[in-house]
């Protein structure tokens, strides 16, 4: 009725596709839903706005839930609200990365470690709605994740070598001045 992967599997995606993989989840989500239930919902619209239709995929996972007579320690509100506070966190504290460069990667890179564990959670009670909590069925990374993955690792090469090089020159010149 959800689509179901692994958190490891999910944590990788996340971290190699930018968050792109949970938006994938969150329509998969959507549209194994729709064809469950026959429920007239759009996949592809709840999905784009996604942070919008979270709450609703969520009441929806935790009715199921108690349907089904699995038990989730979770609360799908204050997990959307703290994913909510935290995505706008992160994104503040982006915009102002110029001010102090570093105490502020250090807050955004806090903040998106936050919000993975959020999205584990909420994928953890998906994979538990649907009877399959470690998320076996969907453990494995398929060559198109890897293809998926290749252009964000080669991001996040890009990224690491220019931190790499302005932090070099930041103490370089802090270094040279004292």
């Given amino acids: 009725m959800f689509f179901v992967v692994s958190i490891r599997k999910m944590i990788v995606m996340n971290l190699f596709t930018f968050g792109l993989y949970w938006a994938f989840c969150h329509y998969q989500s959507w549209a194994l839903y729709r064809r469950e239930t026959g429920e007239r919902v759009l996949p592809l619209v709840r999905s784009i706005f996604g ?68 999205v584990a959670r909420i994928q953890g009670a998906i ?35 220019f931190l790499v090089v302005l932090l070099a020159g930041f103490f370089i010149v802090t270094f040279a001045d004292a």
């Fill in 51 to 118: 942070i919008l239709f979270l709450y609703s995929l969520l009441s929806r996972v935790d009715r199921q839930l108690h349907l089904s007579g699995r038990s989730y320690r979770w609360s799908p509100f204050w997990l959307v609200c703290a994913l909510i506070l935290l995505t706008a966190l992160s994104l503040w504290a982006n915009q102002m990365m110029e001010l102090a460069p570093l105490p502020l990667l250090s807050a955004v890179l806090a903040m998106d470690v936050l919000i993975l564990w959020v």
């Fill in 127 to 161: 994979n538990t709605c649907v009877g399959d909590p470690k998320g076996q069925s969907n453990s494995r990374l398929s060559l198109l994740n890897w293809a998926w993955m290749s252009v964000g690792i080669l991001v996040w090469v890009v990224l690491v070598s």
